[in-house]
């Protein structure tokens, strides 16, 4: 009995110690089942374990530190049993900071099926320190890349500080070539302003490269200036006598505010503006608007619909009843816009609508340069140009507008004026010369390298994406100047204020009275009776072209311009910058 119960209690004893032995191990290297939890602790369940192959060796005398629930590093060691060689334990996650959640970490538990956009933010979690070389934390939160650094102007000589500011906005690569010329302007009123004038010498010339992250010792060569015959800077004037109305949401009114600021503020004209969800706008909200207007310098006042139940669209008429109501006997002409119609000054429209005779009925405005939109809508004002009414004419649509929106056949605004216009006088559309609809998608460069001196703009932020405001400056210093065009050398025609165009057959393989198709659906015929003839768009490979993407009026007055050509980054190129300092002085 006695031998057999020694027996006994020997095998329960290693029964007992084989237990605690596995057990000890498996805590000691994180592999404990999820059944037995340990409180306060997060530790990788068994399946992110990294296993180590058979036939590879395992490191035997390195084992990383292990640190505490304190954060403090110990210096002990712990080297795995003979029995456990081929285990790598899994890094031991560091202690979370004090008061933040102490939840398992996630594992990639959400459904395969359940999306992106409706999953629940990770809550805030320790994160277990990567090993070397890894690509992913096992088990825990990727972690963020630290942000690039910006580009600071005051590292940089006063003369490149303009560069290195704008490089931000247009992501410029960190180095670029630069080249820099100085236009003496000779302002003048007999200039003529549509001719294509040859300067012998090129104009890009004496390129260096910059690090736009560190250019305090930059030298700039010098280059001899350049002088052109412009016209006069438009006299400053108000226009008192023009009143334009809108029709837009508030998101997309707030939007406008800047490139308005442009041609409208500090001018005397008015802009009533009828924002289409304002009933769902707080007062706060209303009053943030108004602000915003009155900061920019523009006279605007805001409406609400007339009715709830309008579209834009009728909004976009019956917001002729609200200027009426705040006109006065010095409106003469009531002008009904796009949210994106642009003029780069009001200067010329003023001029243009001052030949006409504000005191009869007078419907003035354009077609679309699009054939098939003229086919399509019929012979009216096309609203991005803007719709035109004399005074008295405005009166009768005023007091008849409701009534024409209401037996309207069609729910496009500018077909609902079109016949309010016709059914109610014996005026006629007055097609007024400069005024575009610029109905063309994509890429509109030949439009604006064409010589021409449009009365405004249109769809630029929406058919196209040019930035109208900036391009717009050279108007402030140079009146007509705004897409003047020059020869330079043999190679490179200049549109000013758009783009530096260099061609590589030469500037005599092209005719520059011709506009260059460039924009979707210009190889058709549609195009021809508005801006047509035209020649056929160049490819990449002939055509090199540098677009302004920025402008200012410096301090001193000098008109600054960078023309930007991105470089091919897969062939490492840098991008390209002319620097273009117009001289007031």
């Not at 405004?456 to 040019?466: D, F, R, V």
Request: net charge negative; aromatic share 10%.
């Amino acid at each position: 009995m006695f031998p057999s119960k020694v027996s006994r209690v020997l095998v329960l004893t290693s029964v007992v110690l084989l237990f605690l032995v596995t057990y000890t191990t498996l805590y000691l290297y994180h592999s404990v089942p999820p059944s037995y939890p340990i409180a306060d602790s997060q530790v990788a369940p068994i399946q992110d374990a990294a296993h180590i192959p058979i036939d590879e060796e395992p490191p035997a005398t390195h084992v990383p530190p292990v640190v505490d629930t304190t954060g403090i590093e110990t210096t002990d060691q712990i080297l795995p049993p003979p029995g456990l060689v081929n285990l790598t334990p899994s890094p031991i996650p560091t202690a979370p900071d004090e008061g933040s959640p102490q939840e398992p970490e996630p594992h990639n538990e959400r459904p395969d099926h359940e999306e992106e956009d409706h999953e629940e933010p990770p809550a805030q979690q320790s994160t277990p320190p990567v090993e070397s070389g890894s690509s992913a934390n096992a088990g825990g939160n990727p972690q963020e890349e630290e942000p690039l650094s910006l580009p600071d102007p005051k590292a940089c000589v006063e003369d490149l500080r303009f560069l290195v500011r704008s490089s931000i906005d247009l992501e410029l690569t960190e180095r670029v070539r630069y080249t820099r010329r100085y236009i003496q302007p000779d302002f003048s009123g007999g200039v003529d302003r549509d001719d294509v004038v040859n300067i012998t010498d090129p104009l890009i010339q004496g390129d260096i490269e910059v690090d736009l992250y560190g250019c305090g010792d930059a030298v700039i060569p010098p280059t001899a200036p350049i002088k052109l015959h412009v016209p006069q800077p438009h006299p400053e004037a108000t226009f008192t006598h023009l009143i334009f109305g809108i029709a837009t949401d508030y998101s997309r009114l707030n939007d406008s505010i800047r490139p308005f600021s442009h041609w409208i503020s500090g001018t005397g004209a008015k802009l009533v503006a009828v924002v289409t969800d304002a009933n769902t706008k707080s007062p706060g909200e209303w009053g943030e608007l108004q602000h915003n207007f009155n900061l920019a310098g523009i006279n605007a006042t805001l409406v609400k619909p007339i009715k709830d139940s309008f579209t834009t669209s009728e909004n976009h008429f019956s917001v002729l009843i609200s200027m009426l109501e705040y006109g006065n006997s010095d409106t003469q002409w009531y002008g009904l816009l796009d949210d994106d119609t642009f003029f780069p000054s009001l200067k010329p429209l003023s001029d243009s609508l001052a030949t006409l005779d504000h005191n009869v009925d007078a419907y003035v405005g354009t077609l679309s340069e699009d054939f098939s939109a003229v086919r399509n809508f019929g012979f009216m004002a096309f609203g991005g140009a803007g719709a035109y009414f004399s005074r008295p004419l405005a009166r009768k649509l005023g007091a008849e507008a409701l009534g024409c929106i209401e037996r309207a056949t069609t729910r496009e605004g500018d077909t609902i004026i079109r016949d309010c216009v016709y059914t109610n006088s014996k005026a006629k559309l007055t097609i007024l010369p400069g005024l575009y609809q610029q109905d063309m998608r994509h890429d509109v460069s030949g439009f604006f390298e064409a010589g021409l001196r449009p009365l405004n703009l249109h769809h630029w932020k929406s058919w196209y994406k040019e930035p109208v405001e900036k391009m717009a400056k050279a108007v402030n210093f140079c009146g007509d100047c705004f897409l003047q065009r020059w020869r330079f050398g043999t190679d490179t025609v200049f549109s000013n204020g758009f783009s530096i165009a260099t061609y590589r057959d030469g500037v005599e393989s092209i005719d520059l009275q011709l506009m260059e198709g460039t924009w979707e659906k210009a190889e058709g015929r549609d195009y021809d009776f508005s801006v047509g003839p035209l020649r056929n768009a160049y490819p990449a490979d002939q055509k090199k072209s540098y677009k302004l993407r920025e402008a200012e009026i410096a301090d001193n007055g000098d008109l600054r311009q960078l023309y930007v050509r991105v470089g091919d980054s897969s062939a490492g190129e840098l991008d390209q910058v002319v620097e273009l300092i117009w001289q007031k002085h």
